[in-house]
């Protein structure tokens, strides 16, 4: 997996689930649900009729504090008004969003969840006019600058959606994929360090770091950093494939764990995009593995005969040479009798062995 397609495949794929999209709800002005997405109420006439009220409370809640701060001492107030303007510079959210910034950042998140990437930018930025607090928009175009490969703008976008909000994993983690592709690994990792120190379930900067780590080809890091995605989401079929990879890559020492990982990524995630490749390595594993068997040497078993067929055999053995031996003797004594009377000369007699 090269540099850039690492950008591609993990930006979209992992991050965008992670997004801050809208979702409307008349339970509260403004609530965060599991996800992390920001819910934001229908603009139904009880809602405005509520808001009316509220602004009426909030208007006579701030004549009383007015009337209660001009009772104060004039001392007291000179710090005060240093805190305020102090907090009114923190760039950090006061209230909800704009309506008019909630409505272009909605309609963006619908069109860049369904790959109109250059509208969905137009919506992002008229939300950011609308209501420059909304750092949301600002980390989702920087997704979109990412897959486009346009870095320099999405190094941008990320850094000024973490300067509203530094604690946004998703925000960090798509710097950090984009930080790698610019060939800056030392930062990239300490943005996805960074991120699993926010929130240590979030197993896509882990994965992010084990990817990043095997294409430097540093595997035992990136096998570390795979487990610990693993971990985290036991499930996540990308990991298994990864590690699955990096076992078939070790000169064939580790054929069966690789076959193991690689059908387990497969039977995960059977539509995933790794599974034609996962399928081809487990290919080429079984006919190493069966050439392997093959080439084993074939073992010669002897069988040993069953107790009391020792002594019988051997005494049949016996026989059978004393026989042998006995024919020799009587063809040798045969040819030397006749050489012995041709000769004239005495022939020795062949002394048989002891009978056993």
Same mark, same amino acid.
């Given at each position: 997996?090269?540099?850039?397609?690492?950008?591609?495949?993990?930006?979209?794929?992992?991050?965008?689930?992670?997004?801050?999209?809208?979702?409307?709800?008349?339970?509260?002005?403004?609530?965060?649900?599991?996800?992390?997405?920001?819910?934001?109420?229908?603009?139904?006439?009880?809602?405005?009729?509520?808001?009316?009220?509220?602004?009426?409370?909030?208007?006579?809640?701030?004549?009383?504090?007015?009337?209660?701060?001009k009772?104060?001492?004039?001392?007291?107030?000179?710090?005060?008004?240093?805190?305020?303007?102090?907090?009114?510079?923190?760039?950090?959210?006061?209230?909800? @969003?704009?309506?008019?910034?909630?409505?272009? @950042?909605?309609?963006?998140?619908?069109l860049?969840?369904?790959?109109?990437?250059?509208?969905?930018?137009?919506?992002?930025?008229?939300?950011?006019?609308?209501?420059?607090?909304?750092?949301?928009? @600002?980390?989702?175009?920087?997704?979109?600058?990412?897959?486009?490969?346009? @870095?320099?703008?999405?190094?941008e976008?990320?850094?000024?959606?973490?300067?509203?909000?530094?604690?946004r994993?998703?925000?960090?983690?798509?710097?950090?994929?984009?930080?790698?592709?610019?060939?800056?690994?030392?930062?990239?990792?300490?943005?996805?360090?960074?991120?699993?120190?926010?929130?240590p379930?979030?197993?896509?900067?882990?994965?992010?770091?084990?990817?990043?780590?095997?294409?430097?080809?540093?595997?035992?890091?990136?096998?570390?950093?795979?487990?610990?995605?693993?971990r985290?989401?036991?499930?996540?079929?990308?990991?298994?494939?990864?590690?699955?990879?990096?076992?078939?890559?070790?000169?064939?020492?580790?054929?069966?764990?690789?076959?193991?990982?690689?059908?387990k990524?497969?039977?995960?995630?059977?539509?995933?995009?790794?599974?034609?490749?996962?399928?081809?390595?487990?290919?080429?594993?079984?006919?190493?593995?069966?050439s392997?068997?093959?080439?084993?040497?074939?073992?010669?078993?002897?069988?040993?005969?069953?107790?009391?067929?020792?002594?019988?055999?051997?005494?049949?053995?016996?026989?059978?040479?004393?026989?042998?031996?006995?024919?020799?003797?009587?063809?040798?004594?045969?040819?030397?009798?006749?050489?012995?009377?041709?000769?004239?000369?005495?022939?020795?007699?062949?002394?048989?062995?002891?009978?056993?």
């Amino acid at each position: 997996m090269s540099k850039n397609s690492l950008v591609l495949a993990l930006a979209l794929a992992l991050l965008l689930p992670g997004t801050s999209g809208f979702a409307k709800s008349s339970k509260s002005a403004k609530q965060t649900n599991k996800s992390g997405q920001i819910q934001w109420p229908m603009d139904t006439d009880d809602d405005k009729s509520q808001a009316g009220k509220d602004k009426s409370a909030a208007s006579s809640d701030s004549a009383k504090a007015d009337k209660s701060e001009k009772s104060q001492d004039k001392k007291d107030s000179e710090p005060k008004k240093e805190e305020e303007k102090a907090k009114a510079e923190e760039p950090v959210r006061k209230g909800p @969003y704009s309506e008019q910034a909630v409505k272009h @950042y909605n309609k963006g998140v619908e069109l860049h969840q369904s790959g109109f990437l250059n509208q969905a930018i137009g919506e992002y930025k008229q939300a950011i006019e609308a209501d420059s607090r909304m750092e949301e928009a @600002y980390s989702n175009l920087g997704l979109i600058y990412a897959a486009q490969r346009s @870095y320099a703008k999405a190094t941008e976008a990320f850094n000024k959606a973490l300067e509203l909000k530094p604690g946004r994993t998703t925000t960090l983690n798509g710097l950090g994929t984009v930080l790698y592709a610019r060939g800056r690994m030392k930062e990239a990792v300490e943005k996805w360090r960074q991120a699993i120190e926010i929130d240590p379930t979030f197993a896509s900067a882990s994965y992010n770091m084990g990817t990043a780590f095997e294409n430097e080809k540093d595997y035992m890091q990136a096998i570390d950093a795979y487990v610990k995605a693993l971990r985290i989401s036991p499930n996540m079929a990308d990991a298994y494939y990864r590690i699955g990879s990096i076992f078939n890559k070790d000169n064939n020492r580790h054929l069966a764990q690789a076959k193991f990982l690689l059908s387990k990524s497969i039977e995960l995630a059977p539509d995933a995009e790794f599974v034609r490749d996962a399928k081809r390595q487990l290919g080429n594993i079984q006919e190493e593995l069966d050439s392997e068997r093959s080439e084993e040497p074939e073992i010669k078993m002897n069988v040993m005969p069953p107790p009391g067929a020792s002594d019988a055999s051997s005494q049949q053995k016996s026989e059978k040479n004393d026989q042998a031996v006995n024919e020799s003797s009587e063809t040798k004594k045969s040819e030397s009798d006749a050489r012995s009377s041709a000769d004239g000369k005495k022939v020795e007699m062949f002394v048989q062995p002891p009978a056993n």
